[in-house]
């Protein structure tokens, strides 16, 4: 059975100010400024609706809540997939001012990905349909404990994106 755990969270990485003094090129990097809060709504999957699905969360595949959290008192989890079934996803829909951000969560999981080139788990943020351009994290496969995945100085131009975690077949 495939055990995938996600808490995620995309953080303003605030506008880098080019500062370049003087003709003829760089001389300085420009100040960063450091993250700020989470801009995903439910990023720990802890909030429900009404029917007690994960608030904020459109969700497809296998999935389920479950206790055995990194932090606070849930995590989504994914499920095997049935056959002929691509990949299982819980995403949401954002509105994002132009700048930079870093995607990043932290996922663990059971036996992800172990017989399939293509499997594993990462997280992405994603402009499609709209546009074609999304950036997702590294690949995640195997078995592994609380691993923080992360994908920084996402540049942002168009306004609507979605996060998603997303788990692809395993066996």
């Known amino acids: 059975m495939v055990r995938l755990f996600v808490a995620l969270a995309l953080l303003a990485a605030g506008a880098l100010a080019?500062?370049?003094?003087?003709?003829?090129?760089?001389l300085a990097l420009p100040d960063r400024e450091t993250a700020g809060s989470s801009l995903v709504e439910n990023g720990g999957f802890e909030a429900r609706g009404a029917d007690g699905a994960m608030a904020a969360w459109k969700?497809?595949?296998?999935?389920?809540?479950?206790?055995?959290?990194?932090?606070?008192?849930s995590a989504l989890r994914f499920g095997g997939l049935a056959e002929g079934q691509r990949?299982?996803?819980?995403?949401?829909?954002l509105?994002?001012?132009p700048?930079?951000?870093?995607?990043?969560?932290?996922?663990?999981?059971?036996?992800?990905g172990a017989t399939r080139p293509r499997g594993g788990v990462r997280l992405c943020l994603d402009?499609?349909?709209?546009?074609?351009?999304?950036?997702?994290?590294?690949t995640l496969r195997g078995t592994t404990e609380w691993t923080r995945v992360r994908?920084?100085?996402?540049a942002v131009t168009d306004s609507r994106c979605s996060p998603s975690p997303t788990a692809a077949p395993t066996a």
């Open 59 to 73: 969700a497809s595949g296998p999935w389920s809540l479950d206790s055995a959290a990194r932090s606070g008192s």
């Open 18 to 26: 080019a500062s370049a003094q003087g003709v003829g090129g760089l």
């Open 87 to 93: 990949a299982s996803t819980a995403e949401q829909t």
């Open 127 to 138: 402009a499609r349909p709209r546009r074609q351009w999304w950036k997702c994290t590294d």
């Open 151 to 154: 994908q920084p100085m996402l």
């Open 95 to 97: 509105t994002l001012a």
């Open 99 to 112: 700048g930079f951000y870093t995607l990043e969560g932290w996922v663990k999981t059971s036996g992800v």
